[in-house]
């Protein structure tokens, strides 16, 4: 089975930005709908934002405004646009492919805002 992989993650200062991309290698990516969640120590994991396969966006109160979820089916990829980042952004960030009852995970993307 082909996972989804997520990179683009690192260190960056408060109010910077950073663009998180998830890519599904495979046919179909286009009927899929993809989402971002993220973890941090000690905490649940949340959900931050998804895209369906129309392109209908959705996003979590603590994001809005500041992040941008996209996607592009002709390269198999989803991305965040992360702005304004926050310490509190800091987590590790998760893609997630579903469609029906398949459900996918990736490895996820380390990022971190430092104060």
């Known amino acids: 089975q082909v996972h989804p992989v997520e990179s683009g993650g690192g260190l960056v200062q408060a109010g910077g930005s950073l663009t998180l991309s998830c890519v599904r290698s495979?046919?179909?990516?286009?009927?899929?709908?993809v989402g971002w969640y993220r973890q941090a120590p000690g905490k649940q994991r949340e959900f931050v934002a998804d895209?369906?396969?129309?392109?209908?966006?959705n996003y979590a109160d603590s994001v809005k405004g500041r992040f941008t979820i996209s996607r592009d089916n002709a390269k198999n990829s989803v991305f965040l646009q992360m702005n304004s980042l926050k310490p509190e952004d800091t987590a590790v960030y998760l893609c997630?492919?579903?469609?029906?009852?398949?459900?996918?995970w990736g490895q996820g993307t380390q990022v971190t805002v430092s104060s």
């Open positions: 997630n492919i579903k469609r029906l009852a398949f459900d996918d």
């Open positions: 895209i369906s396969a129309g392109g209908r966006t």
């Open positions: 495979g046919s179909a990516f286009s009927i899929f709908a």
